[in-house]
DNA sequence: TATTGTTATACTCTATAACTATA
DNA sequence: TATAGTTATAGAGTATAACAATA
């Protein structure tokens, strides 16, 4: 792309494409996963969802929007699919009827688990060049990333569109 | 999230969740990345068409479109806000009067320019909290994933977008 | 009056297929 | 007949605002 006048590797010229190495791979693994959960028929959505309620049982909507950075509205749409499918349930709560509770059925469970088997594969598969050092390193390396630039250890930024593609 | 029944640090236990966080840092980029070029007045898709056209001036539209992976049509309407922006010219071939040739214009070039300085920035910003050591090794270790993946030096997963989010 | 969830609506992005003009 | 580009159209995904029930 750019020819680099100079056939040195210096430090600034050989970490000048790492920001957008980082976003390929990552889409590339965020694309892949789609592709794998969508055997168990959820979406990365959907899975961002379950594990927010498997963690948190009995969490409103509102909650869940909050946790998520997403609108209500959103959530009532995924929450429709996820009910619609049997992996989630709404009851009202007892002591303000305003809220929904919501909660895995054992179907909801059922995913969460084969999901765990799928990420590991997908895990597996995409880091298969690796060595096991490198694939701790860049674990710690990305750790301290995210860290760094605040994001939450389980929320994607996927989930809230801050500007156009 | 999953708790871990033990304490123990072992290899798979703490590689398992390395794919989400690449996913995870990999979006923050691509997002991060966009903010800044929207000052530029061009989205992250444009940035891909102009870098193929700046490498290969003359290109047709479908050759572009073969070379990003996607449908014509989207060519036209991405290519269409270029021109509109007087960032790209397209002129009928003389060979082959089926063709257009896309070429940058010297605003297309003042805004690739713009870009690197803009994504030079970018990189400093979000990689801020890594040695120069960590930098290079993580660029090496992404290169080699990218590469183990077939993924094109240059095109962007998010040009073809293979499942549902 | 404020809050939870819902619905209605609109807007963006993308893909597919029909169409035209050239070959 | 085949190919390059275009247009039309439809489907996701997402956000905003209006609304109903409850507090």
Redesign the interface.
Known sequence: ??PDPSSNVD?RA??????????????????K???RV?DLGV???DVGLL?VI??TPGLSQRGLADALGVGPSRVVALVDGLEDRGLVERTRSETDRRNHELRLTDAGRSVMTAM?TV??A??RD?????T?E??????E?????????Q?LP?????FH?????
Chains 1, 2 share one sequence.
């Open positions: 792309m750019e430090v050989s970490s000048r494409r790492v920001a957008f190495l980082l976003s390929q791979v990552g889409g590339l693994a965020a694309s996963f789609a592709e969508s979406t990365p959505s594990r498997a963690t765990r990420g590991a997908h895990e995409l880091l298969a060049a690796l096991d490198e694939r701790i390193f860049l674990g390396i990305l750790a301290k990333v995210a860290e760094a630039n994001l389980d929320v994607h930024p996927g569109r801050t500007t156009k593609r």
